[in-house]
């Protein structure tokens, strides 16, 4: 985080009487001297930069957690506890971050993924809250952009009252990614453990039929915000590409998990649809990332999860840009 012009907040509001900028400055403080975990400090201020003529904030949804033997079924165990043990991670479970990017452009507020909702686990779904401290309310987003349709990216669609939870947004989907998962057959085709993701895709997807554009890679789905091309961890799941000066790229779920997907993109994920795939795409994503130096932000990094990808013996390592 640091001091940078990057990690000012949007706006300045009170915070419990204080100013908040001083309980930010307070916040980084605390984190720095290891007080706070530096998922404290995305609930007190998002992280916003600005990129052209687009503001990017990353809002947190809060955070996933899931047993680490999803990681890399096949890879080697002590290979495994090494990159896991050196990424202070112990135990069995992992707790990667949800971030949510938002960029406003002109008239336009635009919100990639809506997140996990009520429904999924009880530490996500917190997007419409951190939103709130952004100063950034529901009926303001006017589009919202999915990378795929996982209960992390897309149950946070509908509210618990059965309405949209952004009832003033365009919505947009990769045509591959919405015809796999509204495939009225598919509950039967999958395993038993994947039938609520199927049932919570076709309810939200649903949700928004009559509002929403279908895409394909290539396509903008705002004037200079490109689709990419990055299947495997789902059919279409999809990146979106932001050309400047410096190349800025919203991951979504092409890569997850940061101490294991950089060094090893071979080795396969568990959640990945396509493990095949999603090996292909990953090798091919962070190849161009590091010989490009291309910015990127990664839904499940550790917030604000903004970095780059250096090429690192036979893999990769992940370089925090702040
Ligand atoms: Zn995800």
Known sequence: MGAGHESLPLVDRDWHGHSRRRFLTAAA????????PLRALALAGPYSFKRGALDITVVSD???VFPT????????????????????ITGTEIKPDANVAVIR???????????????????????????????????????????HAHPDHIWGTLGTDGNLTFPKAAYYAAAAE????????LVTKVPEAMQPF?????????AVKEKVTMFKPGD???????????????PGHVSFEIPGDEMLIIVGDAIVAVPIAFPHPEWRFGFDSIPDLAIQTRKTFLDRA?????????????????????KKGTGYAYVAAS
């Open 29 to 36: 403080t605390l984190v720095t001297v290891g007080v706070l």
């Open 69 to 88: 033997s999803i990681l890399a079924p096949d890879a080697p165990p002590d290979a495994l506890k090494q990159l896991l043990d050196a990424a202070g």
């Open 178 to 185: 919405w015809n796999f998962w509204m495939d009225k057959d």
């Open 198 to 206: 199927v049932l919570g895709a076709q309810n939200n997807l649903t």
């Open 290 to 310: 590091a010989t490009d130096k291309i910015k990127m932000l990664g839904f499940h990094w550790p917030y604000p999860g903004i970095g780059y990808a250096e």
């Open 105 to 147: 452009s002109g008239a336009d507020t635009i919100l990639f993924d809506t997140g996990s909702g009520a429904n999924f686990q009880p530490t996500a779904g917190k997007l419409v809250a951190n939103l709130a401290l952004a100063g950034i309310q529901p009926d303001s987003i006017t589009k919202v952009v999915f990378t």
């Open 62 to 64: 809060g955070h996933l």
């Open 220 to 234: 903008e789905v705002h004037a200079g915000i490109r689709v990419l091309d990055t299947p495997g961890h789902t």
